[in-house]
C-alpha cells in the first residue's frame, strides 16, 4: 500500500519561503516512481502542476514558479521536497504530491497541505 503525506504548508508572507515534504510510504525505494510532482489547487480552480521529478531525475516547473520553486528528492528518507522562495500574494492553495509507479499506471495522491501567502 502507498501513502503519500505531505507537510510543511503554513501562512508566509510575500517573499517568503517555505519548504514542502512529502513521505513517501511503501513498498520499493523512491526512485522506484517513473513520475513525481507537486501539484496545487485554490478553491474554484483546477488543480495544476507545479513541479515534476521523473525517475531518472530530469526536472520541470511551471512558468510561474521558475527560479523560485525547486523540486529535490532524498531516497535515504524515502521523500520528496519543494523548496519556495520569494513566494508570492495568491490564491491560498493546498499543495498535493503526487506519484507514478509506472507510465500510464494510476497516481497516488497525498493529502494536501495548505500553503497561504498573505501579509
Known amino acids: 500500500q502507498v501513502q503519500l503525506v505531505e507537510s510543511g504548508g503554513d501562512l508566509v508572507q510575500p517573499g517568503g519561503s517555505l519548504r514542502l515534504s512529502c513521505v513517501v510510504g511503501?513498498?520499493?525505494?523512491?526512485?522506484?516512481?517513473?513520475?513525481m510532482g507537486w501539484y496545487r489547487q485554490s478553491p474554484g480552480k483546477q488543480r495544476e502542476l507545479v513541479a515534476y521529478?521523473?525517475?531518472?531525475?530530469?526536472?520541470s516547473y511551471a512558468d510561474s514558479v521558475k527560479g523560485r520553486f525547486t523540486i529535490a528528492r532524498d531516497h535515504v528518507t524515502n521523500m520528496m521536497f519543494l523548496q519556495m522562495n520569494s513566494l508570492k500574494p495568491e490564491n491560498p492553495a493546498v499543495y498535493y504530491c503526487?506519484?507514478?509507479?509506472?507510465?500510464?499506471?494510476?497516481?497516488?495522491w497525498g493529502q494536501g497541505t495548505q500553503v497561504t501567502v498573505s501579509s
Open positions: 503526487n506519484a507514478m509507479m509506472f507510465p500510464g499506471s494510476t497516481p497516488y
Open positions: 511503501g513498498p520499493g525505494s523512491i526512485f522506484t516512481y517513473t513520475y
Open positions: 521529478i521523473t525517475k531518472r531525475g530530469t526536472k
